[in-house]
């Protein structure tokens, strides 16, 4: 199994700044993609990042240009730079790796609890 755990959630201004951290824990022979996504009150949940091993990223739209994700694979972490933030980012904010276990040896999502941020206007 593999544990998500997230942390830097919470309440900002408008034109804020937060960063989200996520670690990794667990039988963790390998993480893939590691990511961010989001649920909003009322909506689907979405991407928000993405990064692979290597550094490739991707981002949705929305956030592309405030948005910055970055991960350290010696510490199985990812972490999300948030920037110029606007009340259309509260959400409920996922972090998800793709991992391969001892006891589960192919790919396969994991994903944390959620921590909730908040942005007023």
Do not use: H
Not at 32 to 40: A, D, F, K
Not at 106 to 111: G, R, S
């Amino acid at each position: 199994q593999v544990q998500l755990v997230e942390s830097g959630g919470g309440l900002v201004q408008a034109g804020g700044s937060l960063r989200l951290s996520c670690a990794a824990s667990g039988n963790i022979l390998s993480i893939n993609v590691m990511g961010w996504y989001r649920q909003g009150p009322g909506k689907q949940r979405e991407l928000v990042a993405t990064i692979s091993t290597r550094g490739s990223t991707n981002y949705a739209d929305s956030v592309k240009g405030r948005f910055t994700i970055s991960r350290e694979n010696a510490k199985n972490a990812v972490y999300l730079q948030m920037s110029s933030l606007k009340p259309d980012d509260t959400a409920v904010y996922y972090c998800q790796a793709r991992a391969v276990t001892t006891t589960r040896l192919y790919a396969y999502d994991y994903w944390g609890q959620g921590t909730q941020v908040t942005v007023s206007s």
